[in-house]
C-alpha cells in the first residue's frame, strides 16, 4: 500500500513539474492565435527569397561556389571580413574549406566588395545584397566610378 502511493505521489509530482516548466501553460489562447500567423508569412517569404538566391547562383556560376553550403558560408566570411571580426571570419573559412569551396573566389568575391567602397548609411544597399552581388559577379564594377567629364577649368 505504502508503494502504489509512493508511486502515485511521485506521477502526480512529476505532471505538475511537467505543467509548470511549460512556458507555454502561462499564455493564453488568444496570443498563440495571433502571433503564429505572422511569422509563418515572413518566414515563408524569407525561405522563397533564399531558395532564390540559391537558384540565381546555381544559374549564373555553376560549379562548387554555387552550391548552398559555399554560398552561405562564404558570404558569411566576405561579411565578417569587411566588419573587421577576422578570428570568425577564420573559423567560418575553415568550415568553407572543408566543404570543398573554392578558396579563390572568397578573394574575388572580397576584392569587388572593397572595390566598391564604403557603404552609405542612407543609400538602401546593404552590406548583405553588396555581398551577395559580388558573389554573384566578382568581377563586377564599381558603381558611380566612370569619370565625368567638367565642364569648367582651373585656368
Request: net charge neutral.
Amino acid at each position: 500500500m505504502q508503494r502504489s502511493r509512493t508511486r502515485l505521489l511521485t506521477a502526480l509530482l512529476g505532471a505538475v513539474m511537467l505543467f509548470v516548466g511549460d512556458p507555454t501553460f502561462a499564455q493564453n489562447a488568444e496570443q498563440k492565435a495571433g502571433d503564429k500567423d505572422k511569422p509563418q508569412a515572413s518566414d515563408a517569404k524569407e525561405a522563397q527569397k533564399k531558395i532564390d538566391e540559391f537558384a540565381e547562383a546555381e544559374r549564373l556560376l555553376g560549379g562548387p561556389a554555387a552550391n548552398p553550403e559555399c554560398l552561405w558560408l562564404g558570404r558569411r566570411v566576405v561579411s565578417l571580413l569587411w566588419r573587421d571580426d577576422l578570428d570568425t571570419a577564420f573559423r567560418h573559412l575553415d568550415l568553407y574549406d572543408r566543404f570543398g569551396c573554392p578558396a579563390g573566389h572568397i578573394q574575388a568575391t572580397f576584392r569587388c566588395l572593397v572595390r566598391q567602397g564604403n557603404i552609405d548609411p542612407k543609400a538602401t544597399d546593404t552590406l548583405n545584397s553588396r555581398v551577395h552581388g559580388c558573389w554573384i559577379n566578382p568581377n563586377a564594377e564599381p558603381q558611380g566610378t566612370a569619370a565625368v567629364p567638367s565642364g569648367t577649368t582651373n585656368r
